[in-house]
């Protein structure tokens, strides 16, 4: 069994930061593409930034130069730096990743979710 275990969220003012992990544990061979999604309540859930096994990064455009997703492959833990946080930027925030499982068997798993909070 693979697991997604996130950490990090809370409550912060306009402007703070904050600092997401997701470590995956369990029976894994290896975990390629690493995301982070979220969620406010009401919306559909939406891609915030990706990163692959190689370290190529993508962000959705309401949080470029703020926002820096960043992984180490020896603990298979993303990580989401969250600067200059704007009201805005309250979500749920979700871990995704593939990982491979066995031998040409690759699935999608999903963390538990952390909520962030952005006073104004």
């Known amino acids: 069994q693979v697991q997604l275990v996130e950490s990090g969220g809370g409550l912060v003012q306009a402007g703070g930061s904050l600092r997401l992990s997701c470590a995956a544990s369990g029976r894994i061979l290896s975990v390629n593409a690493m995301r982070w999604y979220r969620q406010a309540p009401g919306k559909q859930r939406e891609l915030v930034a990706s990163i692959t096994s190689g370290g190529s990064t993508m962000y959705a455009d309401s949080v470029k130069g703020r926002f820096a997703i960043s992984r180490d492959n020896a603990k298979k833990t993303v990580y989401l730096e969250m600067n200059s946080l704007k009201p805005e930027d309250t979500c749920v925030y979700y871990c995704?990743?593939?990982?491979?499982?066995?031998?040409?068997?690759?699935?999608?798993?999903w963390g538990q979710g952390t909520q962030v909070t952005v006073s104004s």
């Open positions: 995704n990743a593939d990982v491979l499982i066995t031998v040409g068997l690759v699935r999608a798993y």
